[in-house]
């Protein structure tokens, strides 16, 4: 049975830090990619990291670049997401998914990505 679960959102003042992971069950994480996305009220859900099977690639949106950074342990089936410098417009519910297809240009491609957590909320004030 595939399960994947989110955890580490909260609320932050602008500034702050917060490190979200995901912890896969039921399959072999290790030939997947994985991406988080997130979604922000009223808008559409954007790809916003997505890191290689064996963590070869990463790739960031231009707007956590530089700010977020990506990784994951297959030994542990866990992927990570450390989140600094936050900004109220980080604010939205975050989802993480394993799936096939990261392009370090390009970034993930939603439709590729069948394994979804039900999301954390991040809230950063200002």
């Known amino acids: 049975q595939v399960q994947v679960a989110e955890s580490g959102g909260g609320l932050v003042q602008a500034g702050g830090s917060l490190r979200l992971s995901c912890q896969f069950s039921?399959?072999?994480?290790?030939?997947?990619?994985i991406a988080w996305f997130r979604q922000a009220p009223g808008k559409e859900r954007e790809g916003v990291s997505c890191?290689?099977?064996?963590?070869?690639?990463?790739y960031y949106a231009n707007s956590v670049k530089g700010r977020f950074t990506i990784t994951r342990d297959n030994a542990k089936n866990t992927g990570y997401l450390q989140m600094n410098s936050l900004k109220p417009e980080d604010t939205a519910v975050y989802f993480c998914?394993?799936?096939?297809?990261?392009?370090?240009?390009?970034?993930?491609?939603?439709?590729?990505?069948?394994?979804w957590g039900q999301g954390t909320q991040v809230t950063v004030s200002s």
């Open positions: 998914a394993a799936g096939a297809y990261c392009s370090r240009n390009y970034g993930p491609k939603e439709s590729m990505y069948d394994s």
């Open positions: 039921g399959f072999p994480l290790d030939v997947y990619h």
């Open positions: 890191i290689g099977s064996s963590a070869e690639s990463t």
